[in-house]
């Protein structure tokens, strides 16, 4: 069955980086573009950035654009998201999803604070 594994979250400085990954399974990975998504406490779930099934296009929320980076690895069904940066209001649960095949991962959570 489909599956999508986040890991690289964690407790990160104002101003630091982390790379999140997400593993995928059970479908042919290089043929499905695929989004990372995050939700905050108390606020909607929101799109965060995309890449399509080759990784040759890109597109990213206002709020992340130029700090943030997605990226694909199709021999290791592997979905990355580079973030630089951090901002507090970076803060959310980052999630992986296959909008095709309408499978989220469990999650990993990103915290920004001092």
């Known amino acids: 069955q489909v599956q999508l594994v986040e890991s690289g979250g964690g407790l990160v400085q104002p101003g630091g980086s982390l790379r999140l990954s997400c593993a995928a399974s059970?479908?042919?990975?290089?043929?499905?573009?695929m989004t990372w998504y995050r939700q905050a406490p108390g606020k909607e779930r929101e799109l965060v950035a995309t890449?399509?099934?080759?990784?040759?296009?890109?597109n990213y929320a206002g709020s992340v654009k130029g700090r943030f980076t997605i990226s694909r690895d199709n021999a290791k069904n592997t979905v990355y998201l580079q973030m630089n940066s951090l901002k507090s209001e970076d803060t959310a649960v980052y999630y992986c999803?296959?909008?095709?095949?309408?499978?989220w991962g469990q999650g990993t959570q990103v915290t920004v604070s001092s």
């Open positions: 999803y296959a909008p095709h095949l309408k499978a």
């Open positions: 059970g479908f042919t990975f290089s043929r499905y573009p």
């Open positions: 890449i399509t099934s080759a990784g040759g296009s890109t």
